[in-house]
């Protein structure tokens, strides 16, 4: 049979959407190469969120484009995902190389369609319609390490889309208005999983506070998505659930307390803020202040003491001002957030602030940015560093992918400790002592359970 590699840029809703694909192609009997040198069919699996991402998708297809399909044109080459949604069958004008153009609501059609080109029945493919019912589709799973026949960890998608339109954001348009999976669609999937082996499980989703509002009533002041939790914590043989991305907006008192009920939900937090400044908060249409930000977070706090808290910062957004971005130094230092993913303001198209007055310079943002994240890489520093000398639980995932001699777990927190272990720990959750801290790793020490 054909081998297929298939490479994906940006979040983990695309990494998920990738497994999927994959699973569903060697279902069919496909193969998965390690690299695109051996392949029969090269899939690209892109990101929209910032030009900069898009630019290294469309680098790559070049390059494919060139030497590579000169090399061997029967190779076939397509792009899936968010940019393949926004941009459509104009990567084909711009790219006549290409074959296949997929869109964010039809990733269960790829493999029908790499059959159908292969064979010969359709030249080229485009497909960016909508579909009713599609954010019901991403359910196969490879999971990784399958060979082993286990693996610890697996992401579920829960939902599709999102109805929030931050006026910076791509996203509504790329993946569509919010679409929900029912509670029992989606425990069965997790249920099915932790058959296979899985301990943690990520429940995806680009607004999961919006999961199921208009379906799923409210319920004892619980909100859809925390029934959807407990519904998943009540799975036996399951260890950790995380979840990824809320938004603040819908960031309800139930959520928080949920914390406190339900053990399996780890001590962690991905919370995106943006901005630290309300004004700029209000110009990206966020729906919420500092303040109210800073509430969620003590509340957070309040519950679990220890919970992970991380970000995501946008420095240089249109007429961002010094005072602005003093204010979101501040919340920075305020906060002290575990890591923040902080990123340069991308115009996007279709966005409202890509038309709003006041564009910032690059060189400008370029310094903002360092500044930032410099000052984040220092709390962040000091925060691992405070770990040294701990026992922390684990859950461990397999190899530690800098150096495979040695294991790889995360904290409930959710930072990596890297550890000697053997084969017989992986899947294991267990208790280790952190003898060392670097900037991004902790190094542990496994500990004897349970001695006093
Ligand atoms: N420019 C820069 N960063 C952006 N993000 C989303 N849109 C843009 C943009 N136009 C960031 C936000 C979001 C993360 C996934 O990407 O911080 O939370």
Redesign the pocket.
Known sequence: MPSVFLKTYG?QMNERDSEAVAAQLVAKGYALAPSEAAADVVLLNTCS??DNAEQKAVDKMTNLAGQFRKQRPGVLLGFLGCMAQSRGRELIDQLPDVDLVVGTQKFHRVADYVDDLLAGRRDKIVDTEEERGSEATIKEHLLNGASKGRAATAFVSIMQGCNQY?T????PYTRGQERSRTIPDIVAECRELVARGVKEITLLGQIVTSYGRREILEHDGKSAFVQLIEAVHAIDGLERIRFT?PHPKGYGDDLVEAYGRLPKLVESAHL?V?SGSDRVLKLMHRGYTRARFLDIIAKLRAVHPEMGITT???VGFPGETEADFAETLSLAREVEFDNA?V??????RD?P?AAMPDQLPEDLIETRHAQLLALINEIAEAKHKACEGRVLQILVEGPSRKNPARLEGRTRANKIVIFEGSERHIGQVMDVRIVRAAPFTLYGDPAILNLN
């Open positions: 979040c969120v910032r931050c910076f954001c791509i996203v991305s995106p943006q995501d910062i946008i993913f990123f340069k303001y991308s115009p996007r966005t602030a």
